[in-house]
């Protein structure tokens, strides 16, 4: 059975920094690219960053370029969002997906950005 659960978001000041995880299982994590994906309220659901399958490449949203990093560690089939210099416009429930498993979503990570 496919599982994705994110964790790692909560509240932070503007200029802060999270680290969210997904750790997936119920598929073979290494052969699939992996997105993040965010929804802020209101708002329809927006691709953050995304990383191939060996991570050897990446792509970001204009608005989080220079800001987010997405990585990955295949041996513990866990994805990573690195979120630096925070702003309150970041905001929102983040979610990991896969492509390939498109109607696989997990409960989602809060992540506020409030002074």
């Excluded at 909560?10 to 750790?23: D, I």
């Excluded at 691709?47 to 204009?62: E, F, P, Q």
């Excluded at 990093?69 to 979610?95: G, H, W």
């Amino acid at each position: 059975q496919v599982q994705l659960v994110e964790s790692g978001g909560g509240l932070v000041q503007p200029g802060g920094s999270l680290r969210l995880s997904c750790a997936a299982s119920g598929f073979t994590f290494g052969l699939y690219r992996m997105n993040w994906y965010r929804q802020a309220p209101g708002k329809e659901r927006e691709l953050v960053a995304r990383i191939t399958s060996t991570g050897g490449n990446t792509n970001y949203a204009d608005s989080v370029k220079g800001r987010f990093t997405i990585s990955r560690n295949n041996a513990q089939n866990t994805v990573y969002l690195q979120m630096n210099s925070l702003k309150p416009e970041d905001t929102a429930v983040y979610y990991c997906n896969t492509d390939r498993l498109p109607n696989y979503w997990g409960q989602g990570t809060q992540v506020t950005v409030s002074s």
